[in-house]
């Protein structure tokens, strides 16, 4: 179900300038690495997958805020 609401564009540019913290693309950074050398444990498994599928949604919550804006992803 698709639905239109009015917004202020101030609030589509900040959803347009949302990611990760810092910190926490520091430490999805860190765990892809240790993915990509065999050493995750399944704690930092799941807690990679979390990051990634938060990763994702924002990239596309961001997204359709461009698209909004008319504007290409940086």
Avoid: Y
């Avoid at 900040?14 to 704690?43: I, S, W, Y």
Wanted: glycine share 4%; proline share 7%; net charge negative.
């Amino acid at each position: 179900m698709s639905s239109t609401i009015d917004a202020p564009l101030e609030w589509v540019e900040t959803v347009g300038n949302l990611r990760l913290p810092p910190r926490a693309d520091q430490r999805l950074q860190t765990l892809m690495d240790r993915n990509n050398e065999g050493l995750l444990t399944e704690t930092e498994r799941a807690e990679l997958e979390s990051l990634v599928e938060l990763s994702e949604r924002l990239s596309l919550v961001r997204a359709e805020a461009l698209h909004l804006l008319g504007r290409p992803p940086k």
